[in-house]
């Protein structure tokens, strides 16, 4: 069965510090995989997905995600944090049914303290 | 810019109503979802057209029902509300290409009492 897991419920980081969200998935064939971000009352912002190639993807506000194939991990990156990076955010996978439809992690909360 | 709106920001229903909430996308996407979001559940999908007068189950149909009759509207209809109802509904389209991101409307928090 396909699944997106979020070990990390929140990941709280200083302000100015690297930050990483983490993403494991589990799917039959290649990923199609997707980040969101979610600020209070707010629907879901697309940030980045990867479909094939580079390994590194570069998204909105400055946010990247690292395909590892081997480990089964899309994880969700920045360099240096601001205090309005603080949201939720969701990883996600294509479902293999050609529908379109999508499977979302539980979702990780990011605090990001000035 | 593609834009998806919802009736409702915030609604708030008795138990044994029947709610409508209505979904509109402007970009001539074939594909349309609802989702239903609870804190620890991340989003679970309700149902999803993939064409006019079209719609499949997602993994959580039970108690709700949706109706497609044009193509930039999809309509989510709770037949009788629960209070186990309550929840963040949002709502998102996608083309045909399936490599396209969804692109989600802003949400209604449906009130259960």
């Known amino acids: 069965a396909q699944s997106v897991a979020q070990p990390e419920d929140q990941v709280n980081v200083a302000e100015g510090n690297p930050l990483t969200v983490k993403c494991t998935y589990s799917?039959?064939?290649?990923?199609?995989l997707f980040w969101y971000v979610q600020y209070p009352n707010r629907g879901l912002q697309f940030l980045l997905k990867?479909?094939?190639?580079?390994?590194l993807v570069k998204g909105s506000y400055g946010f990247e995600a690292e395909f590892n194939k081997s480990q089964t991990s899309f994880h969700l990156k920045k360099p240096s944090a601001l205090v309005s990076d603080s949201a939720l955010y969701f990883c996600?996978?294509?479902?293999?049914?050609?529908?379109?439809?999508?499977?979302f992690g539980q979702g990780t909360t990011l605090q990001v303290k000035p | 810019d593609v834009k998806v709106t919802q009736s409702s920001r915030y609604l708030v229903k008795r138990t044994g109503e029947k709610v409508f909430l209505e979904c509109v996308q402007d970009?001539?996407?074939?594909?349309m979802f609802w989702y239903r979001q609870d804190p620890g559940l991340g989003l679970r999908l309700i149902y999803f057209?993939?064409?006019?007068?079209?719609?499949e189950k997602g993994d959580i149909p039970e108690g709700y029902s949706v109706s497609r009759e044009k193509k930039e509207r999809f309509s989510l209809i709770l037949e009788s509300a629960s209070t186990n109802q309550t929840s963040m509904y949002l709502c998102?389209?996608?083309?045909?290409?399936?490599?396209?991101?969804?692109?989600f409307g802003p949400g209604t928090r449906l009130t259960v009492t």
């Open positions: 057209s993939y064409d006019v007068k079209m719609k």
């Open positions: 970009m001539d996407h074939e594909n």
């Open positions: 998102a389209s996608t083309g045909r290409t399936l490599l396209y991101e969804q692109y």
């Open positions: 996600a996978v294509r479902d293999i049914s050609n529908t379109g439809k999508l499977i």
């Open positions: 990867y479909i094939t190639g580079d390994n």
């Open positions: 799917v039959s064939g290649n990923p199609y």
